[in-house]
């Protein structure tokens, strides 16, 4: 396959390379090539809110990476998803909206040392992103791509879910897109008109109409090329075949945080031991690629109560009638969130800001079923909102074919564990608070209910998930150690960015789809401000007469 020069070429279609991918092919003037490894993602199933998560754990759509064993969990090996398809992790995730806190993008600027990502700086990128669905509002932008709504259907819990963690203590959040996420509400959702708003639906249906854009699926890209200092390409194997596409202007990489470190590894650029065991040509030593990585970790509590939840729809019957409502009307079960309603939670009270970050879905799982309970429920997940935990990304091989090692450390650090097992506790409190505590039943999971610390560290480590929000890979950074510069440039190279999760220096106490599509706005940005300065045209000479 023969894929013409371009100015840009995008290694990954996800929640930022489709971003960065739209809003550099604005331009007319200038060709981008998109490089995506998955299939595309148009499907109904992946139109419907629901039908994308049920993508999950299907090789076609997920890269299922499994991890070493993780030490922090007693050696526990997992499988970690990933979206592998157009719009990557935002084509089969959990569709909650959510930016974070000021104080977290404060830090980044502040302390971590990345001039221009403070709140104030990176809220106009959100707004860019954004159409808003409801009523007009200061807090939320309306012209972008990416359509964010209130869910379609909002159970009554939810509400005495925050309810009850008013009576705990925890504030009510008027405007939690406002930079400000202490205490708890109710989360808004991307979905547009009841169907996915993935960003290949968002930023890449109409963009692909655009003569100057070309997106091809199916290709694998292997490594950046790089001639004296400078990217100048992407190697891919397209259908079976090793292509190189020439990049002008710019390459991109934007594989996300499991594989933008491994593509940098196999073009050279990473730490120098871990390059020459594979035998791979040494091009720049950077020793933090693929270091810091961190996730949240996830540890749910179920309750079943006393009201019908959406545990009463999976019956054969209702699931027709609630894919009729869909197919008629893009209403009912099928375009249900699994998170309605979030809250943050301090577990020491002199910490400046929460520790621990609860989820709450209206549907309890079935361990032995493995699929929804027959009883209706509640479940609570829980996270350590910016874990202190760190893994690494490392290569198996040279192979771009070989996945990426993964060896996480999910609860490595005593905070972490003391924080999950202190939080664990506060769930309960929560649901034994009078708004509650008349709709609990019981307790359901974990089963038996862990009660001592070392119960309870005992059920953390055997039962925990992932949170799906790995980040930190590539560390954007004002130091010389990190992997990219606060323009996202890899340091040492012209000519190469990485735009995506993997650049996050510290996971924002949220969930990480809404940040990555800012980072895409807004490296994009960066690049169309760096070209108009090279690109300027130089000063006319003085005329003399
Ligand atoms: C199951 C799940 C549920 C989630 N739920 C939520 C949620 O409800 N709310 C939220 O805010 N966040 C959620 N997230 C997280 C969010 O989706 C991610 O943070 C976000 O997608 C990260 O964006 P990214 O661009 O960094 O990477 P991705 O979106 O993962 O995109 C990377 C893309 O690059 C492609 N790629 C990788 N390597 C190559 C290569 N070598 N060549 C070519 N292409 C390549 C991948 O196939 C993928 O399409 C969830 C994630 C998952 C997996």
């Keep these: ?186 989360n808004l959702t991307t979905q547009d008109n009841g169907t996915r708003a993935s960003t290949a639906r968002a930023f890449l249906d109409e963009a692909e109409k655009r003569p100057n854009l070309q997106v091809v699926t199916g290709a694998l890209a292997d490594r950046v090329v790089i001639e004296n200092g400078c990217a100048t390409g992407v190697v891919a194997l397209v259908g079976g075949e090793r292509v190189k596409i020439a990049a002008r202007r710019e390459v991109v990489v934007s594989g996300g945080t499991l594989h933008s470190p491994a593509i940098l590894m196999r073009s050279g650029i990473g730490p120098a031991q871990e390059l020459a065991k594979h035998g791979i040509d040494l091009v720049r030593d950077l020793p933090e690629v693929g270091q810091n990585l961190h996730e949240h970790i996830s540890f749910s509590q179920s309750f079943e109560v006393d009201v019908p939840t959406w545990n009463n729809l999976f019956g054969k019957v209702s699931l027709a009638r609630e894919m009729l409502k869909y197919v008629f009307a893009r209403r009912g079960l099928m375009t249900m969130i699994p998170v309605e309603a979030m809250a943050y939670l301090r577990t020491r009270p002199e910490l400046d800001f929460p520790d621990v970050k609860l989820s709450l879905g209206l549907m309890m799982f079935d361990p032995v079923k493995s699929g929804p309970s027959d009883k209706p429920g509640m479940v609570v997940f829980q996270n350590v909102a910016k874990p202190k935990s760190r893994g690494e990304v490392r290569l198996r091989s040279a192979d771009p074919e070989d996945k990426p090692v993964i060896a996480p450390q999910l609860v490595g650090h005593p905070d972490d564990l003391a924080a999950m097992i202190a939080g664990a506790r506060m769930v309960r409190e929560i649901f034994a608070q009078p708004a509650l505590a008349k709709h609990v039943v019981r307790q359901v999971m974990p089963d038996p209910i862990p009660q001592t610390d070392e119960e309870l560290t005992e059920s953390i480590k055997t039962r925990s998930g992932i949170g799906f929000h790995p980040v930190a890979t590539c560390r954007m950074g004002g130091d010389e150690a990190s992997v990219v510069d606060p323009r996202l440039r890899v340091r040492g190279i012209e000519g190469l960015r990485v735009i995506d999760a993997s650049i996050m220096p510290i996971m924002p106490a949220a969930n990480t789809n809404a940040p990555s599509i800012m980072v895409g706005e807004k490296g994009a940005a960066m690049i169309l401000e760096d070209a108009r300065v090279l690109l300027k045209p130089a000063p006319a000479s003085p005329v003399h007469r």
């Design 1 to 186: 396959m023969n894929i013409e020069p371009a100015d840009y070429v995008i290694i990954g279609a996800g929640a930022s390379g489709a971003v960065v991918a739209n809003r550099l092919s604005a331009d007319p003037a200038v060709r981008v090539v998109l490089l995506e490894a998955g299939p595309r993602a148009d499907g109904f199933w992946n139109r419907m809110p629901s039908g994308g998560l049920t993508r999950m754990n299907k090789p076609d759509a997920d890269w299922m990476y499994k991890t070493e064993p993780d030490p922090s969990l007693g050696g526990r090996e997992m499988v970690w998803n990933a979206g592998r398809m157009l719009g990557g992790g935002s084509a089969i995730n959990g569709m909650v909206y959510i930016r974070g806190d000021r104080r977290d993008y404060d830090q980044w600027a502040g302390e971590l040392g990345c001039t221009g990502w403070s709140w104030n700086e990176v809220l106009p990128y959100f707004l860019k992103s954004e159409n808003w669905q409801g009523a007009p509002s200061q807090t939320h932008g309306s012209h972008g791509p990416l359509a964010v709504a209130e869910a379609r259907m909002q159970h009554p819990l939810a509400e005495t879910f925050i309810d009850a963690c008013e009576q705990f203590g925890l504030r009510r959040v008027p405007d939690y897109c406002a930079g400000d996420v202490d205490g708890a509400f109710r």
